[in-house]
């Protein structure tokens, strides 16, 4: 073990303990099992048989469902024989928030329970409150009492269980001794797991979930190391970002915290929670998963070396100390680099594409907030005056000819870089593939360069354990040259390349490596994303495509805010309104308030809690009843959903957070 893995340097599985979902084995390596949540009323027992149905035929292995009373408990059997009179076995999960009795029944009946442990028995009222040692234990204590009858029942069934911590719904018991922490998540599920152990129970999965990558991520690996620690092994690990959204954003956010994970071999199950369909989330899972299905086992001739100590914390985030160049750099958010290597010209309106809207009659550029920072042109000059905030990157021997050079600035390869002496006294770009034989000799020459910006990629099977690698040598060596992350994707589907582009770049940003991102693609390969007949992600223009995902993947690991953030929840049985309609409508008139952060949550249990990061909150409470929040305080109670929309506009004028579009 590695701090939290089995190496920091090359793709190996964590070894976890196995665990019986009915038929399905988990954990202990075996293939990473994909499931999702049904969305239907549980007391409706044809609809969420059949919405199990198309999950299963999707590609579902497990399907979980909601018991938020004992009377969606049972109705979980009736659920299960009519699955099973149809010919479907696939193990079924119940969700469990509140109530230790529907628990109870539910064990019984399905092949797993998922527990919570910030509100199965533990309070959450918001309140802080100091609690004395003795205090502490006796509330302990108390939760072991009526914990252990579900562990009893569990293992008279044969039935799995998930311990899964959600950041948003910690107890105020953990957060008055944790605080808001990743700790607080590890410790809430590590007393739930002291009990189960104490009563030899190992059937366990466990989970760290939050809408907040960069939380989750430094959660499971805090989990791993106190598990290792604490008892010398490790259960099987859930994955999952709470909370994700939908469409691209949802994406993006979910294979950025997932991703991460099992780039390190961390994981056994995952589910993508998107504000859509659940069966549109199991094509994501498979793209994910799919990546980690290859043989990435390394030769002696690729075998990285190893890293024998980390000069950062993986469990905290902190930022690589650098120089800082122009606007590149310590000091600076990361900047984004449009690639227009593959345009056959260049013109005013291509730059809208970027965030940049020209004005003709009045001369004048329009900036977006989420506009490029630098235009990579390749081989081409650009004719025309550009926005003051956009530079031009151009191969080095089209910057020799170039007039402008505070403007246009030389991108050497690293056998370019060693060989030419031809440089800008301002700023030079050095591409790097940290694969090649000659990396090493470009950053010791580098390394007393005030104007290298690097721009690293690889061509390594193990892409981002060799970015990652180089950048920890950097680090040994005090090479303090900002870095920009430029990642390839040659997937033929927009989803696949969004996952592609957010698990590479996103691992590095979230332990603070990066300086800049720069996408690259070939436009004439990308389709459009299709599942049952349906395009759930499609793109009219590349260059567009690139641009908002770079943008986005910034946004989801906290580096660079240029937009409003959508905390909204999948939807289950629970619901009590229509969550896609509804966060549909909210985006297209809270799109442009950004760093604005509004969480749409389709009942109270995915309310206050789960909405831990949200500066607003829209909250279902009955039904056609909503709830309104500003952080975890109730603003307007019980409002009309016809006018709860205009409602949310009107909390958010009051509070001064609101800006005419």
Sequence with gaps: MQLYCESLTEYKRLKTREVKIGNLLLGNGHPIRVQTMTTTDTMDTLATVEQTIRCIEAGAEMVRITAPSKKEAEN???IKNELHKRGYFVPLVADIHFTPNAAEIAAKIVEKVRVNPGNYVDKKKFEQIDYTDAEYAEEVERIKERFTPLVTICKEYGTAMRIGTNH????DRIMSRYGDTAMG?????????????????HNIILSMKSSNPQVMVQAYRLLINHMMEEFGECYALHLGVTEAGDGEDGRIKSAIGIGTLLEDGIGDTIRVSLTEDPEFEIPVCKDLVKRYCDDRRQTADDRLPAIVKLPYSPFEYSKRKNNAILNIGIGHVPVVIADF???????HGDLQTIGYTYNEATDKWNISDAAADYIYTADKEISFALPGTLNVICNYKIWLQVNDKQKNFPFYSGSEYLKNNDRSAILNFVGIDVNDKDANEVLRTIKNDNTVVLCFSSSHKNAMQSVRRFVVTMMDEQINCPVIFLVNSNDNTIDEQLIHFSTEAGALFLDGMGDGIWLKNDPAKIQNSKVSGRTYLETKNNHQFINNTSFSILQAVRTRISKTEYISCPSCGRTLFDLQETTAK???????L???KIAIMGCIVNGPGEMADADFGYVGSGIGKITLYQGKEVVKRNVESTVAVDELINLLKEKGAWIEP
Excluded: C, P, Q, W
Aim: aromatic share 4%.
């Design 594 to 596: 950004k760093g604005l």
């Design 185 to 201: 998540m590890v410790e809430s599920a590590m007393e739930f797991l002291r009990i189960a152990r104490g009563e030899d129970y």
């Design 341 to 347: 290597n593959h345009a056959e010209t260049i013109n």
């Design 76 to 78: 979980l059997l009736n």
């Design 168 to 171: 948003g719904s910690l107890s």
């Design 586 to 592: 909210i985006r297209s008139v809270t799109n442009h």
